[in-house]
Every structure is written in structure tokens, then in C-alpha cells.
């Protein structure tokens, strides 16, 4: 199976839901993009790695203290250190509006689940663990990347959670953009009837 080799770009406010967040990966060439909703807590882990943790001078040292006990960072270290894991994060398919991954082991292809943005989060703190797509999902899912100071970002149906959905819907209906909300209704109905 062929994959496509993935990198964060960064994670971006929705809006409509400020409890949420889109995380923004690109293939290599910065052409088309991925978008996966992530909460908060991700966002922020995000913003520290890259350097936009805003706050004052205090704050911004105590996130550089953060990350030399971070998780991602602990168990990246033990990996490459106590184990001759070979690993991988791969985007593998998508259910229920939710994009599905797994942390593989290169060498054997044992795999095991886990949440996109903790597997993309892994990978941005490990450059040794790096992030895929299976090209089937990213020719399916992926839109043509605007670069990160675009206005508005593109996302199919599929990856949005039944609330949103409903939210996008009935700003459609009051927009009176009867299309999109016939779309996104048909969305919806397919994911009852899963």
C-alpha cells in the first residue's frame, strides 16, 4: 500500500466551537492539506512545541520547562533508547466523521490504535516517527492547500461530527444556501442509517 508522508502545518480555531480546533497536515510538497479536529488541550500542545504559546515571559519559560517532561517527548525518548521499535504513524481510514490511525512498528507491521492528533503530536515531537496517510484516504479526503494564512479552510462532510453537522446546517438554512444544506442533510442520513 502506498502512503503519503505528512506534516503539521499547524492547528487552527473553529469558530463555531471554540471547545474544538483543526489540526492542519499537509503532504511534503504543501499541495493538498488533511484537517482533523482536535480538542484544546491539543491545540495548546501544539502552540508550545511551535513557539506561539502567547502569555508573558514567565509563561513562556514555564512551557519550555513543560516540554523536557512532556509525554510525547518521555516516551519518544524511550522508544528510541530501550527498544528497537520502528514506528510509524499511519492515518488508515475514516468512520463516523472520525479520521483512524495506528502507531506501527515498520519492521514486524504490528499496529496498534490511536487518536490522530496524539499520533501527529508523537511524530511532531519524534522527527524519528513519521506521519502517513494511506494514499486511498488522502485522495479521498485531502483539499488543495492555501497556505496557513488562508481565509476559511475547506473540510469534506465526512470528517465533521453529527453536532457540527447539525450547526452547519442550520446556518445553511438561515443563510438560505439550500445546496449545502441538502448535502449536508444527506450526510446526516447516511450516518443514521450506518
Known sequence: MTRIRLKVQGVTDISANLDSS???LTDEAEKRQL???????MRFQFAIRRGRHVGSKEARQHAVEFLQYALPEAVASLIKYLTNLELCVVIVNIFDGQYRAVLEDQ????????????????SYAD???????????????????????APGISMPLN???IPM????????IEQENYEMAQKIK???ERRIKD
Open 159 to 161: 470528517t465533521l461530527t
Open 186 to 188: 444527506e450526510e446526516m
Open 127 to 149: 522527527q524519528h516517527i513519521p506521519l502517513y496517510c494511506e494514499e486511498s484516504i488522502w485522495q479521498m479526503q485531502s483539499m488543495p492547500y492555501a497556505g496557513e494564512n
Open 107 to 122: 519492521r514486524t507491521g504490528t499496529a496498534i490504535p490511536i487518536r490522530v492528533s496524539d499520533g501527529a503530536l508523537l
Open 35 to 41: 484537517t482533523v479536529i482536535c480538542d484544546a488541550a
Open 165 to 172: 453537522l447539525q450547526k452547519a446546517l442550520d446556518d445553511c
Open 22 to 24: 483543526l489540526l492542519i
